[in-house]
């Protein structure tokens, strides 16, 4: 059984030295962007560890741009989530601009969808659908957004 609970944006400074990884739910053009990952086998919204001496905020950048060739997009916080023990920020990202990517082989990411409805079955039981879920009811939309326009050669 998966351990999950939810935290508030507001414990973000007491807790940022502790989070692991991050989670975007991901939207281009109002569908969801869903990425299929070849090691668990299930949909999922796309996210990934936090790299050591990396910030919250640039780990969500990567993760988003590597495994969906994302280039701009706005990020906007809006939870934390606890799952095993683990602590992980979870972002809104409002995709507006992708380059194409490249699936090579023993890729982590076997394919990218949009969809207007998450798939039944996705990865970690519920946690995607109440991640979706934590977001339509967050009430303070738009007070926390980064617009990210990558600088490429930090990820080449």
Known sequence: MIEQQWLELSEFHELEQ??????????????YVMV???KRGGWEFPGGSREAGESVLTAAGRELYEE???MKFMLEPFGIYEMNGKLGMVYYANITEFRAVSMEPNSEIGAIK???ILPE??????MFYSLLHQWKGYSAKGTREHFVDLNL???L
Not at 18 to 31: A, D, G, P, R, T
Request: hydrophobic share 40%; charged share 20%.
């Open 18 to 31: 502790e989070i692991q990884f991050v989670i975007m739910v991901s939207q281009f053009q109002e569908k």
């Open 36 to 38: 299929h990952n070849l």
């Open 68 to 70: 969906t060739g994302a």
């Open 114 to 116: 949009m969809v207007d």
């Open 121 to 126: 079955g996705m990865s970690f039981g519920d």
């Open 153 to 155: 050669s930090e990820y």
